[in-house]
C-alpha cells in the first residue's frame, strides 16, 4: 500500500533519538505532500517542531490555567507536582471520533513505551504497527508484560532498528518472523565543517598533540558513562598523555557520582565530563577516536556522527546497533563490557599509523551515508508495499 495514511503514536516529544527520528521521518513526508498526524501521550521539547509537519493531538492533557489561583490551598500541592492528566471519557471519544473521521490504514506507535497508549485505540479496528528502538532493560523498563503481549499478538507489522533489536523480538517476546522486519534508522549528518573545532581543545586545555578519545549521550547506566571513565584510568595509566570527552553529563546522581569518583584519582584533569551540547559537531571533529561504552544500545545515532568524520569507532560484541555498523571490519570491537580489552584496543588505534586510521575512518564514512532520510524513505517504501 503505497503512501499509506499513518497515525503516528509516540511517548513524547523530548529531544531523544527515536523522538527525532520520528521528527525526520514527518519532515520528508511533509516534504513529498503527505500530510503527518501524531498522536503523543505527553509533550516536550520537539512539539513545536512537529506541529510543522504534522496534526498533533497530545493524550495527556496540560492543566489550566485556573490551577495558579489554588497554589496555595496545601492539599492541592500533590497536583501541582503532576502538570498534566490523562483525558476524561468526553475527551477520549472525542479524539476517538476524530481518528475515525480520518480514515487510517496504519497505526504505527514509534518505541515500547507508545505500546500502552495504542491500546487505548484498539476500538478504532485499525491494524496496527511498532517500531521498536530498544533491547531488553528498556523493553522491561519503558513497556509492561502486558504491552509486549500486545506487541506479540495484536501489532500486524513489527520493525526493529538493527539486528540485535530484531534477534530479541523473535526470541524474547516470540514475535514471530513473518510479521518482523529491519528498518534502520535516520541520521541527519552535517554537511559542513564546523570551525569551533581548535577551540574545543583550548577550552578543555586538550595539547593538539594529545590524543582525545571522545563519548558522547546522556550519563546513564545503559550508556555506559562508568565504563567509559575507568577505561579511561587505564589507558591514561600507559599513555599519560591521552585525553578523555564525555559528552552529556546530566544534572542526577549518576553524573554527580562519576564526577565526584573522578576527581580523586585523575590528578592532570584528563578526563573531561561536561553536560550536553546543542550542537556537537566541533567534538566531534576535535577527536581522534570515538568510543562507544553502550552496555545497551539498539543503534546509536552518535556512532554515524563519529564515523562520518572518518575516525575508529569502537565498542563491545552484543551491546546493540555497533555491530551491524561496524559489521565484517576487524579490530573495532572486543567482548562485551571486557575493560582490559577496551583499554588495549585504543592504544592499539592511537598507535596506529595515520594511514591505518584514516583506511578504518573512511570505511566507516561510506558506511553512515547509508542512514540518510533518503535511504530511510526508500527502505520505507519497500516495507509500505507489504501493509
Known sequence: MMGAKILFVGHDANRAGAQLVLLH?????????????????????????????????????????????????????REESSPDREPNKAEIQSMLSEF??????????????SLSLMQQLTSLKIAFGAYVHELKFSCETYASEKDMQFLAQ????????????????????????????????????????????????EQLNIPASSPMVLGCGLAEWRKGTDVFIRVARQ?????????????????????????????????????????????TRAYFEAMDLF?????????PLVMLEAGHQAKPVLGFQESGGIADFTQ??????????????M??????WLKASETD??????????????????????????????L
Open 235 to 279: 589507558v591514561i595509566r600507559l599513555k599519560p598523555e591521552v585525553h578523555f570527552v564525555w559528552l552529556g553529563m546530566g544534572d542526577n546522581l549518576y553524573s554527580a557520582e562519576l564526577i565526584e569518583e573522578k576527581e580523586k584519582w585523575d590528578v592532570g584533569a584528563q578526563v573531561h565530563l561536561i553536560p550536553a551540547k546543542a550542537d
Open 343 to 348: 583499554a588495549d584496543l585504543i592504544i592499539h
Open 154 to 201: 495484536k501489532v500486524k507489522h513489527v520493525y526493529a532498528v538493527s539486528e540485535q533489536v530484531r534477534l530479541l523480538l523473535k526470541e524474547k517476546y516470540e514475535i514471530p518472523s513473518d510479521k518482523l522486519a529491519l528498518l534502520p534508522p535516520v541520521a541527519e549528518l552535517a554537511k559542513a565543517k564546523s570551525s569551533s573545532s581548535e577551540q574545543v581543545r
Open 291 to 299: 568510543f562507544l561504552s553502550s552496555r545497551e544500545d539498539p543503534f
Open 357 to 386: 586510521r584514516t583506511a578504518i575512518g573512511e570505511k566507516l564514512k561510506i558506511r553512515s551515508t547509508q542512514y540518510t532520510v533518503k535511504a530511510f524513505m526508500e527502505r520505507w517504501a519497500e516495507l509500505e508495499k507489504e
Open 328 to 341: 565484517g571490519l576487524a579490530d573495532l570491537l572486543v567482548d562485551y563490557m571486557d575493560e582490559g580489552q
Open 25 to 77: 521521518w514527518l519532515k520528508e513526508n511533509a516534504a513529498n505532500g503527505h500530510k503527518g498526524y501524531l498522536l503523543l501521550e505527553k509533550g516536550g521539547d520537539l512539539l513545536a517542531s512537529y506541529r510543522k509537519y504534522a496534526e498533533v493531538w497530545v493524550w495527556r492533557r496540560e492543566h489550566n490555567k485556573s490551577r495558579n489561583i489554588f497554589k496555595k490551598i496545601p492539599f492541592l500541592k
Open 100 to 113: 475515525r473521521q480520518q480514515k487510517f490504514d496504519l497505526i504505527l506507535g514509534n518505541t515500547v513505551a
